[in-house]
């Protein structure tokens, strides 16, 4: 029988599931991922991830944070270990990265337990009937899929943030960060959009919902 093409955000991938570790120092701290075939980037951390890593705003008070598109997990575990006082939301749409980031929760943040929740969902479904709102949320945009899909998250964070919240994510140069840039001007204000970093061909953007 011929088989799909698969990618790393198939829901349920069945490529042949071999499981691999990850250790990398972010922010100046050792972390240790689990991960397994079929999802993104399981052989190491991914470049533009590492340079959105390094370029976050973590908040040091309470906030509700969001990893959009989690993957095995390291975005939303660097927010968990760094900022506490906050709830951190991870989510994705591959079941696989889903068990990895439950996986890498538990064993790199001690008191996870009612405080990071790792939900398996499209994008922000999960959220709408909770009413949550964030204060943060990040991500590194599964552009393989299509620019057009990554705009109408765009659009869409907006609803999900609470009025002083920002978005930050990271784009390649060549992926069409200056596309993205014009998009975003039809959703947030061009002085609410900041580029905050430019490196390696990565472009970290960083846009407030409401006057900064
Ligand atoms: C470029 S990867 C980044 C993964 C992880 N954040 C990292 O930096 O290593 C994008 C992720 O978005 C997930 N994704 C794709 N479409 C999605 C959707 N509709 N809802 C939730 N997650 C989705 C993919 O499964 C993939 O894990």
């Not at 899909?149 to 009025?163: A, D, G, R, S």
Request: hydrophobic letters at 35%; proline letters at 5%.
């Amino acid at each position: 029988m011929e088989r799909k093409k698969q990618h790393y955000f198939t829901p349920s991938p069945d490529v042949k599931l071999e499981i691999h570790t990850v250790a990398e120092s972010l922010r100046r701290h050792m972390y240790v991922f689990k991960t397994v075939t079929g999802i993104f980037s399981f052989k190491k951390i991914d470049l533009g991830t590492m340079i959105l890593i390094e370029h976050m705003t973590i908040p040091s008070d309470e906030s509700i944070l969001l990893d959009l598109g989690c993957g095995f997990g390291p975005i939303g575990i660097v927010l968990a270990y760094e900022s506490p006082k906050s709830q951190v939301y991870l989510t994705d749409i591959n079941k696989r990265a889903i068990w990895c980031a439950k996986e890498n929760v538990k064993f790199n943040i001690q008191e996870y337990k009612g405080r990071v929740f790792v939900i398996s969902g499209n994008y922000f479904k999960p959220f709408i009937s909770k009413g949550i709102k964030f204060d943060g949320i990040y991500m590194n945009p599964p552009l393989r899929q299509g620019r057009k899909e990554f705009l109408e998250t765009c659009h869409e964070v907006q609803n999900h943030l609470k009025p002083n919240g920002f978005f930050q994510f990271v784009i390649k140069k060549k992926m069409g960060a200056s596309f993205v840039y014009d998009h975003l001007t039809k959703t947030f204000p061009s002085k609410n959009i900041d580029i905050i970093c430019k490196r390696s061909g990565y472009w970290v953007f960083k846009c407030f919902h409401d006057k900064k």
